[in-house]
């Protein structure tokens, strides 16, 4: 049980830094596109039926960016501004080809993201004002939810979550990573014989700063 969950977090832990890449490529369309470049031709009274461009920008009444859709490092990207021409929303793929959408606060600072994992794990990232990222919603391919907390510099985490096999359970991990308390079903090694023993789902194990355990019940 928590061997699984940690390693899902290890996982989404990738995603964040190609949400930042996603937010600087919106910032580098707004500041680099002077004009569309529109190709086609329409014949009279008659709207052309298909539009071709390498970029559009969607201007309000005062002239203002307030959306840009083109490509960046290869990829489409959709990004939206808000009245001061802050990005707001972007919608794209990472450099891994990973669909992500992508909001950020007025400051233009990340505050969440979505994404759709290689693995087809699904994943809600949640971050602070300073793009740490507080909590993670995850659901695995297999359907398997789990939801993370961290501290503010991911010093410490809680996680809870359900197994692949269908066991829920509850870890707790202090600031140097290290599991210090596990409410469910766990592996344990017995007495030091090499012996791998599956705790029952009304577990409490406790584990010292080294990882050692130092009590459990039942």
Known sequence: MN????????RLERVERENRRLKKAGVAALALI???VLMGQATPRKLPKV???????LRDGKGNVRAMLGFR?????????????????????TTD????VTILSKSG???????????????????????????????????????????????????????????????????GGITRAVLGS??????GTGVIEKRPESSLVLFDRDGKLVWSAP
């Open 109 to 175: 600072n990340i505050r969440s993201s979505l994404t759709v994992l290689a693995n087809d794990t699904t994943a809600l990232h949640l971050y602070d004002r300073a793009e740490k990222p507080r909590a993670v919603l995850a659901v695995e391919a297999d359907g398997t939810p789990s939801f993370s907390l961290f501290g503010k510099e991911k010093d410490g985490s809680v996680i809870l979550g359900v197994d692949s096999g269908g066991v829920s359970g509850l870890t707790l991990s202090d600031r």
């Open 51 to 57: 539009v071709e461009a390498d970029e559009f920008l």
């Open 3 to 10: 061997g699984d969950l940690m390693q899902r977090v290890e």
């Open 97 to 100: 080809g990973l669909p992500t």
């Open 34 to 36: 002077a004009a569309v």
């Open 186 to 191: 766990i592996s344990l090694e017995t007495g």
């Open 73 to 93: 490092e290869g990829a489409p990207l959709l990004s939206f501004y808000d009245e001061e021409q802050t990005l707001r929303i972007g919608l794209g793929f």
